[in-house]
């Protein structure tokens, strides 16, 4: 008697070794989601990030930036109620025997900080880049007098400039050199002004400076020693054309910080003497906080504003490559 052979059936689980069929899918909602979801997981933590900081932009800078202009054009006096009274605020501003010569001191600083104050650092920039041993120790010495708070450091030069007990006069006179009323005489008081700005702030500018010199090709160099440049011709045709950018662009931020000046005016010489160093930012402290003046103040801001933003736009286009 014959038996028929079955065929055997077919299994029902799959082997460990055996390949998925082609169709064969995962599970929806396993493998697929996990990237998407970490992907939105990221993107939520990045905005939430941006978010918080246009908070403190909104909070700290633009509203205060946008109330300013809106108070120029008020009566306006802490606990009451403000009154729209037009340009007047303007008016009478422009009217004021100080605001002249608010002007003229600040745009009489911002060139002797030009003249003084951007030369210097580049010249330091390029003896740091020179020098073969100790750069990090003079590199820190340099970079000092930014790390001390502005306000100590005017202390510092008050004290320094003191005509009676001043270190300065002391050493001129130790050296049988005259000596100057510095911060007290109203022809040397701007420009002690600069002194102390330039000395409290160049450690920044000699650093970025340096990074920009750092990164230029020694190849250059080398072609033009080969060429017989001197050390001036070097610096000419070399080092000021491929830090032209960063040159252009430390002019703009100088020209900006220099127009709102008002550490140095405040603590060492209150904008005496004979208003000699009365400047536009230390005007509207006397409009706000002596005059109790808001409305004056924010007019002063608003020009001050102006000027600057048309000084920057100016600026940039013709500095403008392409």
């Known amino acids: 008697m014959k038996t028929t052979s079955h065929p055997a059936a077919p299994a029902r689980g799959r082997s460990a070794g055996a390949t998925p069929p082609p ?17 939105i997981a990221d993107q939520a933590t990045a905005y939430g990030f941006l978010i918080g900081g246009l908070l403190c932009f909104i909070l700290f800078s633009w509203y205060p930036a946008v109330r300013s202009v809106i108070i120029a054009f008020q009566k306006y006096t802490p606990g009451s109620d403000p009154e729209w009274v037009g340009t007047a605020n303007f008016t009478r501003v422009f009217q004021d025997p ?41 590199r820190v010495v340099v970079y000092l007098p930014v790390m001390i708070p502005p306000v100590v450091s ?113 603590v060492i010489t209150g904008g005496g003497p004979e208003n000699s160093t009365v400047t536009v930012l230390y005007l509207i402290y006397k409009y706000a906080f002596l005059y109790n003046d808001f409305g004056g103040a924010s007019a002063l801001s608003v020009m001050l504003l102006l000027v600057l933003s048309a000084f920057s736009a100016l600026y940039l286009r013709l500095t403008r490559t392409d």
């Open 98 to 138: 100080e605001f002249t010569a608010a002007w003229r001191n600040t745009l009489t600083f911002t060139v002797l900080a030009l003249v003084i104050g951007f030369a210097i650092p580049f010249v330091m920039a390029l003896v740091l880049n020179e020098l073969r041993h100790a750069k990090a120790f003079f």
């Open 154 to 266: 005017a202390l510092l030069w008050k004290w320094f400039y003191d005509p009676g007990a001043g270190l300065a006069n002391e050493v001129l006179g130790f050296l049988h050199l005259p000596t100057s009323n510095w911060t007290n005489g109203a022809d040397t008081a701007l420009v002690s002004l600069v002194i102390v700005a330039t000395w409290a702030n160049m450690g920044g500018t000699v650093l970025i400076y340096l990074a920009a010199l750092q990164g230029i090709p020694g190849e250059l160099y080398e072609a033009a020693e080969l060429d017989g440049a001197s050390v001036w011709q070097r610096v000419r045709h070399v080092t000021i054309p491929q830090t032209r950018f960063i040159i252009l662009m430390l002019m703009l931020l100088q020209v900006i910080a220099t127009m709102q000046v008002f550490t140095e005016p405040f």
């Open 23 to 39: 169709g064969d899918a995962r599970p929806a909602g396993r493998g697929p989601r996990q990237p998407l979801r970490r992907k």
